[in-house]
């Protein structure tokens, strides 16, 4: 119940906040002007993520303060490592920053993550126990932040994509947590659902505000963060620490990869953007932006299930699983790769 009241009073702070966001993104020049690679044709006011960012580092300083359980992190490093990530992304929301100097941005603060105890130390399999990952903690972290903060950033290209999805995937934390009774990876994946919620009244087509870098990076950097507070993490399954929040993400996963092999093939920049996404293939063919978000949506909570259904199977059927899925992943970004290097 403790829990629940924390979820809608976030719910509630994040959607009476969005009203004064969208006059302080205006007071400050906080807006985003239509481009020629823009798919919006108004002004529209950025830095939405203020409205997230705030009720969730006021619930997590709450949490800390008060709650503590067995196995609970230290959550200061976790609310610094947001209130950086938003910091970062206003003032890249603010001057534009060049890819290379948001890349600096995040590395530091995934750097911070590291030495704040929020580390990758350990890999699992079905058949041994898990094996210390050594020196290779370290690269190990910052890549799993660095993947997670882009892929949000990447897929945030239509009204509600990323806030929808972010929503998705929290919904499936929430359940994975209530089942092996992780109360922190629970209320922090709570209280996630209930601010997303509340922002894509807001940001649904036709949006009312974007998250822009600070929303955007805050999404990804979140997940990264909650789904490495420890080996324990998800207690009994311990070989898919990570596996479960890679397949619920898999969609803005997969896009990053794909948009990496694509400029790479093409000598580009790979933090250059482009248009060669999957949400503006589908605008391409002349499919709305509320259709294109279902679709996004749906698919993600059908590989959430995929996700539930593996903290279901004991070892066996887990690793026959996991060879299977990565088959058809394979195969599936196989196509798809070779139609995008036909172009």
Not at 35 to 61: M, W
Not at 228 to 253: C, E, H, R, S
Request: hydrophobic share 55%; with cysteine.
């Amino acid at each position: 119940m403790l829990f629940l009241t924390a979820a809608v009073v976030v719910f509630l702070l994040t959607w009476l906040l969005v009203p004064l966001n969208i006059k302080v993104s205006a007071k400050l020049g906080l807006i985003d002007e239509p481009s020629r690679d823009s798919v919006h044709r108004e002004p529209k006011p950025l830095s939405g993520g203020l409205s997230i960012t705030i009720p969730i580092v006021l619930a997590l300083l709450i949490f800390n303060i008060f709650l503590k359980f067995p196995e609970t992190p230290n959550t200061i490093p976790f609310i610094v490592g947001c209130l950086g990530i938003m910091i970062s992304g206003i003032i890249d929301d603010k001057y534009k920053l060049p890819a290379h100097k948001k890349l600096i941005f995040q590395i530091i603060i995934a750097i911070y993550m590291y030495y704040g105890g929020y580390q990758i130390t350990l890999l699992t399999n079905p058949w041994n126990d898990a094996a210390s990952l050594g020196l290779l903690s370290f690269p190990a972290t910052i890549l799993w932040f660095l993947l997670l903060i882009n892929a949000f950033n990447l897929i945030d290209g239509i009204d509600g994509l990323a806030t929808g999805i972010a929503a998705v995937v929290s919904l499936i934390m929430v359940l994975v947590a209530f089942r092996y009774g992780n109360m922190f990876l629970f209320f922090s994946a709570l209280i996630f659902l209930a601010a997303n919620v509340a922002f894509l009244f807001y940001n649904f087509p036709p949006a009312k505000i974007f998250l822009g870098d600070a929303g955007s990076q805050l999404l990804g950097f979140y997940f990264a963060g909650i789904s490495i507070t420890g080996n324990m993490q998800y207690k009994g399954i311990t070989a898919i620490t990570l596996l479960i929040p890679i397949i619920v993400m898999f969609i803005p996963l997969a896009d990053v990869l794909l948009a990496v092999l694509r400029r790479i093939r093409y000598r580009r920049n790979i933090f250059q953007g482009d248009r060669h996404h999957l949400h503006h293939k589908l605008m391409r063919i002349g499919m709305p932006f509320r259709s294109i978000n279902y679709i996004c949506y749906f698919a993600t909570f059908l590989f959430g299930l995929i996700a539930i259904g593996f903290s279901f199977a004991d070892k066996n059927i887990l690793f026959t699983i996991l060879i299977s899925l990565a088959v058809l992943v394979f195969i599936v970004l196989y196509q798809i790769l070779r139609k995008e290097l036909r172009k």
